[in-house]
């Protein structure tokens, strides 16, 4: 029984720390793509509407990747493999 807790306690871990990460690159990509639009946008206002949509095809990229692994966090959190595992071998 101790090894389930310890199990379920490491996952809350680990999930905190991939969200946790996630969201902390996700907000530092975001931040330093959009300064660096506007740096590109003062320095030539004619290619704004061009790299407005890479920005934000990019932004959606970053986006993107974050919510994939908000998706593996919660897979870890509801359906926990690692558990499964556990479960089996101490019913062996």
């Known amino acids: 029984m101790e090894f389930i807790a310890n199990v379920q306690a490491y996952t809350a871990v680990a999930i905190g720390i991939i969200v946790g990460l996630g ?9 330093i793509m959009g300064s660096k639009f506007l ?5 030539q206002p004619e290619l704004i509407p061009m790299l407005q949509g ?10 993107a990747a ?17 558990l499964a595992a556990v479960t089996a071998a101490a019913g062996a």
């Open 66 to 82: 974050f919510l994939i692994g908000v998706g593996v966090a919660m897979m870890f959190a509801f359906a926990n493999p690692l």
């Open 23 to 31: 969201a902390l690159g996700a907000a530092l990509g975001i931040g």
């Open 39 to 43: 740096e590109s946008a003062a320095r």
């Open 54 to 63: 890479r920005m934000f095809l990019l932004a959606g990229l970053i986006d």
